[in-house]
């Protein structure tokens, strides 16, 4: 039985989701779509009947929408609302999360080249490192090499067959294990991180590809995938253990950024802090 308060908050979401999609059909213009302004038009923008034929659904069912009387929408339908709305790739994000809905559409990428990334991980002084959608390293700063020397290692100018992938380094280098503290454990969390990052992946073939090839050849990785568990990719206490220096303790931060949401700097920030180490 639900309570009060998670009627009070079904009811807010619906609303919410009501008053974007009208407040998006009333500033679309009649004639952008080839309609007729008309004289007797009384509302803003388009009719909602027009819109529900734009969108391919029923007027009956978009009006429920728009009146916050539902949030049970289908991805395709939230999709189709998109696209005969107009919605700005901000604006369909927006949409997708009112709904309580994962976008299987990740925005498209902006080739805009490392150099802005390299930039900014320069600028830290403790480790930092940043992640694209498939959790290959794009950027790093000099920190973030000398500790994870047998991952990123390939200059940014010269890759070898596979960009670093973090991914194929914790489970596929034999060092990984020697190097991060509670390895399995740690492992085991990694991919219930990556199953929530990547569940607008499910149909992209380079996700699959790397899911298929880390199940063949890591029984580790096939066995916590298939657990199925899912896990937000937060911040804590991350401890290593170097050849030279012994153990080391950073405390995590991940960020996204606010262009392009599927880019994460992860940062380390010593716990011990050390300044000679830099």
């Not at 009333?26 to 007729?36: H, V």
């Not at 492992?187 to 073939?205: F, K, M, N, P, Q």
């Not at 699959?208 to 568990?229: G, T």
Request: proline fraction near 4%; charge should be neutral; include cysteine.
């Amino acid at each position: 039985m639900k309570h009060g308060n998670d009627f009070d908050k079904h009811d807010n979401q619906a609303s919410a989701l009501g008053d974007f999609l009208r407040a998006a059909r009333e500033r679309l213009a009649p004639e952008d779509f080839g309609l007729s302004k008309g004289q007797r038009r009384r509302t803003k923008g388009l009719r909602r009947e027009e819109v529900a034929d734009l969108c391919g659904i029923s007027t009956t069912w978009y009006t429920w929408m728009e009146q916050g009387r539902t949030t049970a929408i289908s991805v395709a339908t939230l999709a189709e609302l998109a696209t005969g709305l107009r919605l700005t790739e901000a604006e369909r994000a927006y949409l997708f999360q009112l709904a309580g809905r994962t976008d299987p559409a990740l925005p498209h990428e902006k080739h805009e080249g490392p150099a802005p990334y390299e930039a900014l991980v320069a600028a830290i002084r403790s480790p930092a490192y940043i992640l694209d959608r498939y959790w290959d390293a794009i950027a790093w700063n000099q920190a973030a090499a000398k500790l994870f020397c047998d991952w990123l290692v390939s200059p940014l100018g010269q890759r070898e067959k596979f960009a670093p992938n973090l991914l194929r380094y914790v489970f596929l280098h034999s060092n990984a294990p020697n190097l991060i503290l509670d390895w399995e454990e740690r492992a085991w969390r990694l991919v219930a991180e990556y199953r929530a990052d990547s569940a607008g992946l499910r149909h992209d073939a380079v996700h699959q590809a790397l899911v298929d090839e880390l199940q063949a050849v890591s029984p580790v990785f096939k066995e916590a995938w298939r657990s199925q568990k899912v896990l937000a990719r937060e911040g804590g206490s991350r401890g290593f253990l170097l050849p030279k220096e012994g153990k080391r303790f950073y405390w995590q931060y991940t960020l996204r950024m606010a262009q392009q949401n599927e880019i994460k700097l992860v940062v380390l920030h010593p716990q011990d802090c050390d300044e000679g180490f830099y």
